[in-house]
């Protein structure tokens, strides 16, 4: 069956809990909660991220379980992107959990003391499906993880999109997600919500169905920075203001020529803010005549 996405949990925007494709809206966190946003991967977007990692508290994003996607005996997948600080612990980092309290479903942590990713699958009883896959995370590096389960071929789990890195065998059984479940910790002791991820997690997506080969590669990739243009040219008393496409926090240089090829560097210091990047140019530095601009990325 192929792959549709049935949730997906990008972080983005002033109500960054909500699931942006289903109905399985996180909680608004508390005040207490250690829940942050940064820097999405592939420096695009926002990103979440869990301060702590053992707790016992509300660091993670609560999840409305009643709306979560239930596979039953259907092919599902679950891609997201991970970022581990290299913080030099081995504490268990949870990642997340839909089969939270012992109940069933999937589940993801990262093994600090031995450096492998574990990708569980709990069935009703005591069946379960794991892979625990050697793989060194803490490195401050944003990669992608997606997992693959079908009925009839097993549980399949893909690390920055190259193959298949680790698989198990496929359970006779119907698989739910439990009544309580959340990203960014992991109900590691039997205590709920035990252990945080210390870290962040960007667009967290489920499908029903098996996402290809071809199509993991391509949610692996990077995303692809537009090509920097000039958008606007304002021109006022206090002089001419062009506006750039430009990254947030990234730096710019600005230059200005007459003839196309002789170019004369005016400010190598431009760091643009979430609308993009700007810069006056002050009346005394108009050139009479054909005067030609051009932003640069800083390198």
């Known amino acids: 069956m192929a792959a549709e996405l049935k949730h997906f949990w990008d972080f983005e925007g002033e109500q960054w809990w909500l699931d942006k494709k289903g109905t399985?809206?996180?909680?608004?966190?508390?005040d207490t909660a250690t829940l942050e946003r940064e820097e999405g991967h592939g420096g695009k977007g926002e990103s979440l991220k869990v301060v702590t990692k053992i707790n016992g508290g509300d660091?993670?994003?609560?999840?409305a379980a009643d709306q979560i996607f239930q596979p039953g005996e259907e092919s599902f997948s679950f891609f997201f992107w991970v970022r581990l600080?290299?913080?030099?612990?081995?504490?268990?980092?949870?990642?997340?959990?839909?089969?939270?309290?012992?109940?069933?479903?999937?589940q993801s942590l990262y093994i600090g003391t031995t450096e492998e990713l574990a990708f569980r699958i709990d069935f009703?009883?005591?069946?379960?499906?794991?892979?625990?896959?050697p793989v060194e995370l803490e490195d401050?590096?944003?990669?992608?993880?997606?997992?693959t389960y079908d009925?009839?071929?097993?549980?399949?789990?893909h690390i920055d999109g190259f193959g298949v890195d680790g698989s198990a065998p496929a359970v006779d059984a119907s698989v739910s997600m439990a009544a309580d479940c959340y990203i960014g910790s992991f109900?590691?002791?039997g205590n709920p919500r035990n252990n945080g991820i210390g870290g962040n997690v960007d667009d967290f997506a489920i499908y029903s169905g098996v996402l290809t080969e071809e199509e993991i590669t391509a949610l692996s990739k990077p995303p692809e920075k537009p090509e920097l243009q000039i958008e606007t040219v304002t021109v006022a008393e206090d002089g001419m203001t062009i506006t750039w496409n430009g990254q947030d926090g990234e730096i710019y240089q600005v230059w200005r020529s007459s003839d196309l090829e002789t170019w004369i560097e005016m400010d190598d210091g431009v760091i643009a803010g979430p609308e993009g990047g700007s810069y006056l140019v002050e009346p005394e530095e108009l050139i009479l005549g054909r005067m030609f601009l051009q932003?640069?990325?800083f390198e």
């Open 24 to 30: 399985a809206h996180g909680d608004k966190p508390s």
């Open 59 to 63: 660091d993670q994003l609560n999840l």
């Open 85 to 106: 600080p290299d913080d030099m612990t081995t504490d268990p980092r949870g990642i997340f959990d839909f089969s939270g309290n012992g109940r069933d479903g999937v």
């Open 124 to 133: 009703p009883g005591s069946d379960f499906s794991l892979v625990k896959i």
């Open 140 to 147: 401050g590096e944003w990669h992608s993880v997606a997992a």
């Open 151 to 157: 009925p009839t071929d097993g549980l399949k789990v």
């Open 187 to 189: 109900n590691f002791t």
């Open 295 to 297: 932003v640069r990325q």
